[in-house]
């Protein structure tokens, strides 16, 4: 069955950059939306952006600024890198599938185990 | 962009009924979808669309809609089912995702 797997560096300084890969195994990358998500610890989740297997992307307003997201098909990953980190980045990062079979409704049907990147010096 | 507000803790006695819900206005024109966590786990789906449930999910799990209301209700609680639940759907302008804050479920 279709699994997905974080990977990146667990700790970040301040003020630099976040980068975090996700590889899919047991299916293919294609025809599918795939998303990020954090978590802080104690809190909610929170979607920071989408990416199409073709490249297209979304992100969250409140992190556009910082984000961006890529993919690459040949090795079945995308990334994500979040630039001019602070503590407040501190969470869980997940990778999710994105599922959109309707206008109607959209959803997130596999999840990554999650990676806990905290930012610190 | 546009928010979904849920209560932040819930309880059921252990068999009954309970209701969780998600408030938004993007619920006017989208269906949520709920995701269970458990401590140390990742968030699992539950419900999607109308009223949709993965393979594996009990069928004592139920969604339904309303105005700009969604509901998970959990049909004869097991103590199992203690957890945080989260909705989410698209946001208002369509293009992006929104979470509600979760709710913790408690089975007393």
């Known amino acids: 069955q279709v699994q997905l797997q974080e990977s990146g560096p667990g700790l970040v300084k301040p003020s630099e950059t976040l980068s975090l890969t996700c590889t899919v195994s047991g299916g293919s990358i294609s025809s599918y939306y795939w998303s990020w998500i954090r978590q802080p610890p104690g809190k909610g989740l929170e979607w920071i952006g989408y990416?199409?297997?073709?490249?297209?992307?979304n992100y969250n307003p409140s992190l556009k600024s910082r984000v961006t997201i890529s993919v690459d098909t040949s090795k079945n990953q995308f990334s994500l890198k979040l630039s001019s980190v602070t503590a407040a980045d501190t969470a869980v990062y997940y990778c999710?599938?994105?599922?959109?079979?309707?206008?109607?409704?959209?959803?997130?049907?596999?999840w990554g185990r999650g990676t806990l990147v905290t930012v610190s010096s | 962009s546009s928010e979904l507000t849920q209560d932040p803790a819930v309880s059921v006695a252990l068999g009954q009924t309970v209701r969780i819900t998600c408030q938004g206005d993007s619920l006017r024109s989208y269906y949520a979808s709920w995701y269970q966590q458990k401590p140390g786990q990742a968030p699992v789906l539950v419900i999607y669309?109308?009223?949709n449930r993965p393979s594996g999910i009990p069928d004592r799990f139920s969604g339904s809609s309303s105005g700009n209301t969604a509901s998970l209700t959990i049909t004869g609680a097991q103590a199992e089912d203690e957890a945080d639940y989260y909705c989410?759907?698209?946001?208002?302008?369509?293009?992006?995702?929104?979470f509600g804050g979760g709710t913790k479920l408690t089975v007393l």
């Open positions: 990416i199409y297997y073709s490249g297209s992307t």
């Open positions: 669309g109308k009223n």
């Open positions: 999710a599938r994105d599922i959109r079979p309707t206008r109607a409704y959209w959803y997130f049907d596999l």
């Open positions: 989410n759907s698209r946001d208002s302008s369509g293009n992006s995702w929104v």
